[in-house]
């Protein structure tokens, strides 16, 4: 149990595009959703934490207008990079809460190369 | 400023042996550790746990250890085993209602045959 799917597992886009990466909860409903970027050797950065009916909560330093999360539903939250560029190419990785457990489970991640 | 800290940013272990990766941390409102460990190009996966009202956990050929007082956990696999060779992330969680994990950078283990 407690499968989250994430996808795509890759993108390419070119500079200005945007792209969206879905992360679903499969087998149980998430009222809350984390979405991680990863710079190489770095640690994984919390971006910010997607609440399901009500508006995304950001972290400092991450634009909310550039990075927009929509979770519309118990088992999907989205998160669209708007108005690609070359350096928001990264790792993006979803982590869900499982319920009455008191753990987490990653999506499989989502490798955005911007050309 | 850093609240996770895993200082070694590599190990290389020989197949067979103990490998021991450390964690550090500042926040005293932490109770909650978790290890996970990723291969590239993967999401991370969790691997073992520690309340920070225990300071053993122990899973197979994985232990945490957690010193509260020296604010101090380490991850203990043994034998080691090439396909342990990956990184591995300490996080930490605060309770009252906060789920949110603060990672450290990540330690990579080489498990040398």
């Known amino acids: 149990g407690a499968v989250v799917s994430q996808h795509p597992s890759w993108v390419i886009c070119k500079s200005g595009t945007s792209v969206k990466i879905e992360c679903r909860s499969l087998?149980?409903?998430?009222?809350?959703m984390f979405w991680y970027r990863q710079f190489p050797k770095q640690s994984l950065m919390l971006m910010a934490t997607s609440n399901e009916g009500s508006k995304a909560t950001y972290e400092q330093g991450v634009e909310k207008d550039k990075f927009l999360i929509n979770h519309a539903s118990l088992t999907l939250s989205t998160l669209t990079v708007t108005s690609a560029h070359p350096e928001d190419s990264s790792f993006y990785i979803c982590s869900v809460e499982v319920p009455n457990n008191y753990g987490y489970t990653f999506g499989s991640g989502t490798r955005l190369t911007v050309v | 400023d850093q609240q996770v800290k895993q200082n070694s940013p590599s190990l290389s272990v020989q197949e067979g042996r103990i490998s021991i990766l450390n964690c550090d941390y500042t926040n005293s409102m932490f109770d909650y550790f978790l290890w996970y460990k990723k291969y590239p190009a993967e999401g991370p996966t969790f691997l073992i746990s520690i309340s920070s009202i225990k300071d053993k956990n122990e899973d197979g050929r994985f232990t945490v250890f957690l010193n509260k007082s020296a604010k101090h956990l380490s991850l203990h696999i043994v034998p080691s085993q090439p396909g342990d060779s990956a990184v591995y992330f300490c996080a930490a969680s605060s309770g009252a209602g906060s789920y949110q994990l603060t990672f450290g950078k990540g330690t990579k283990l080489s498990v040398i045959p």
């Open positions: 087998d149980f409903q998430a009222t809350t």
